[in-house]
């Protein structure tokens, strides 16, 4: 395949990150030559998904000592010099796997010993399928009816009172049977139905082997993130017709935790309805906050009451507008998620954000990709190899080719092959050391992800929630919380799977409070948390705020990885200047047409034969020596004359039928 494969293209991207893949399709889309390529055999690099086993080898892979990459060697002319690549960057630290379940299945408890007196046998109603049942004690007791399901046994009255009444009724004959039972047969159809509820109601207890039997039922992201629905990431996917590869599901709930250790979730309300309904803030306090989120929502339109509150804080102008501490706290927390340090600008814009993205699509503002965050960089890849680009997964680069008295990137060097580009774009955790920042290591950001065998805060029905646990009251850092269930196709049924995420160097001890606030590993039943079943800690550096344009090639576009923010509209920025520095004036990811409306080139023209499968009359006609076109022609001139001389006949028919019927008229 590599004899084969072109070595000169206008674009070349390395590394499949969410970045480098919008910026790949944008450039395919308006008629470029790309190659994409990578060195890893999964797409997304910081941003991918991977099953429960991708997980584990991810863990191998980055907790090993990294292979040293053989520089390679090419014909260079003057004037140029290779940039070897042999020592990436390291990306993760930190990184800890933890299992909480047992290897193998636990032993299913062996039945007690039956007891020796005699108990109530219980067979199902003849025609009633096996769902209605009957106790069958003494002869005289009356069959119930097929409406009564009950088996339990309740307390009665006396004997000789359920003998002086009729048994007119299933209730009465299941009273009147259980009054006949002994002691001992009470007591033990009493346990017996104690045990049955408790074994419906008892939480499914896991271990390592069955989770890896449905390894392929997860997709765990290693940056998990939501989108506004009505923000840059979603218009983008709407104006490109990327859409259509990607699924949504939206965030059913938002929550809050207010209080300390010994604190509780909360339900913030979102939309108007559900701040009339909610109890968790008072009547006044109900009328102050849709007064303030009237406002919020065309806050530019009164410059002249922002004027002395543009420098200060957030905080300081919710109190000007006579906002209680519990207000304060849902719209800084929850609904802006923006510090107490927060600017008033910042948390004015990040509070009409929310406002703006809500009822498009649900009654919150958020929507999470189905399967995974992982789905999204693959969806722009999707496209851009419909616009011919060129996909190769474990292709590493040993080096990349430069000018040095430019200084720019002239191509790369793989497994001996010398590839020439106009721009390259490159991840930076692909990118050489020279080219990055040297203080990168004290940026970080803290993330975990939990397998969890019931929700945070239990329902219904199954929901994607969203919390933010403040900085205060114990708390040093604000976590960011996702809690996502089977519904979105990221773990199986009856588990969940829960992100957290915060800056910081140290995931497992930036993310402690959070996790003893909402989770346990202990296995008491009486515990009322969710218990860990599997836990991965690990740091990633954050490049989002670093320069990566100072030491890099002019034609060298170096892309960062994920951060904290909730939501893409970062990297939908940062894909947008790459591509408007590589090519001025053209436009961003116009829309790409549906296959329906795709004129190909040969559309209205006959097909030649051998072009299609219909009949076998031109293959045999060909083996005949190539008359089969003309014996079809003979064949269809048969036809026609037969089909005429039985129209003519008919007429005849009919001529002579009225001659008939007219003489008859006459006599």
Aim: contains cysteine; aromatic residues 6%.
């Amino acid at each position: 395949m590599d004899d084969d494969l072109p070595t000169q293209y206008e674009v070349i991207v390395v590394g499949t990150g969410l970045v480098e893949c919008v910026v790949a399709a944008a450039a395919a889309r308006v008629g470029k030559k790309v190659l994409h390529i990578d060195k890893n055999d999964y797409y997304g690099v910081q941003w991918a998904s991977f099953t429960l086993k991708g997980a584990q080898q991810w863990v191998d892979e980055v907790t090993a000592t990294p292979a040293p990459t053989p520089p390679g060697d090419c014909e260079l002319e003057e004037g140029e010099q290779l940039v070897g690549v042999a020592n990436p960057s390291v990306d993760y630290s930190g990184v800890k796997q933890t299992w909480h379940v047992p290897k193998e299945p636990l032993p299913s408890p062996s039945p007690e010993p039956a007891s020796a007196a005699p108990v109530e046998q219980v067979v199902p109603v003849e025609g009633s399928g096996g769902e209605n049942t009957q106790l069958m004690g003494t002869p005289d007791t009356p069959p119930a009816t097929p409406q009564d399901t009950t088996q339990s046994i309740v307390p009665v009255t006396p004997q000789d009172a359920v003998q002086d009444k009729p048994q007119d009724t299933a209730q009465d004959a299941v009273e009147a049977t259980a009054q006949e039972m002994s002691p001992a047969e009470q007591s033990q159809d009493s346990s017996s139905t104690k045990s049955e509820k408790e074994e419906s109601g008892r939480k499914k207890e896991w271990s390592q082997e069955e989770l890896l039997k449905l390894s392929r039922k997860f997709n765990l992201d290693l940056a998990p993130k939501l989108l506004y629905s009505q923000g840059p990431m979603v218009e983008l996917l709407i104006s490109s017709n990327i859409a259509r590869y990607v699924e949504f599901k939206c965030i059913s709930r938002v929550l809050t935790w207010r209080g300390g250790d010994d604190g509780s979730l909360l339900v913030v309300p979102c939309s108007r309805s559900d701040v009339f309904t909610t109890s968790a803030v008072s009547l006044v306090e109900k009328r102050l906050l849709m007064k303030f989120l009237e406002f919020c929502h065309q806050y530019d339109r009164h410059p002249e009451q922002l004027e002395e509150h543009l420098d200060k804080p957030f905080v300081d102008f919710l109190r000007s507008r006579k906002l209680t501490d519990n207000l304060i706290h849902f719209v800084t927390e929850a609904i802006g998620m923006v510090g107490e340090g927060a600017g008033c600008r910042e948390g004015l814009e990040r509070t009409r954000a929310f406002l703006t993205s809500l009822g498009r699509y649900g009654t919150t503002p958020f929507l999470f990709s189905m399967y995974g965050s992982g789905e999204l960089p693959q969806a722009f890849c999707r496209l851009c190899a419909v616009f011919e680009g060129i996909y190769i997964l474990r292709k590493p680069i040993s080096s990349l080719v430069v000018d040095s008295s430019s200084h720019t990137c002239l191509g790369l060097l793989s497994e001996g092959q010398r590839f020439t580009c106009n721009h390259l774009v490159m991840s930076a955790s692909h990118a050489p050391r020279e080219y990055l920042p040297q203080d990168e290591s004290t940026l970080g950001v803290s993330r975990a992800v939990f397998l969890t065998d019931r929700s945070i805060l239990p329902d219904e029905k199954e929901q994607l929630t969203l919390l933010r646990v403040p900085a205060k009251e114990g708390n040093m850092i604000p976590v960011t919380v996702m809690e996502v269930g089977p519904g979105t196709h990221v773990c199986p049924k009856d588990l969940y799977c829960v992100h957290m995420t915060c800056r910081g160097t140290d995931a497992e001890s930036d993310l402690r409070v959070a996790v003893e606030r909402l989770l346990t590993t202990e296995t008491d039943d009486t515990s009322s948390k969710p218990r860990i079943v599997w836990s991965l800690y690990f740091n990633q550096v954050d490049r989002s705020v670093c320069d990566l344009k100072t030491n890099a090639p002019g034609n060298l576009y170096l892309c960062p990885g994920p951060n904290t923010d909730l939501d893409y509209d970062l990297a939908i920025e940062q894909a947008r200047s790459i591509f408007g520095s590589m090519f001025p004036g053209e436009e961003f990811l116009p829309r790409a047409p549906d296959p329906e409306e795709i004129a190909f080139d040969n559309q209205g023209t006959e097909p030649k034969q051998g072009d299609t499968f219909e009949g076998d009359a031109n293959s045999e006609g060909k083996s005949d020596g190539g008359n089969g076109q003309e014996k079809e022609a003979e064949e269809t001139e048969q036809v026609l004359e037969v089909k005429e001389q039985t129209e003519k006949e008919q007429e005849k028919g009919e001529t002579a039928k009225e001659q008939d019927e007219s003489e008859v008229v006459e006599e």
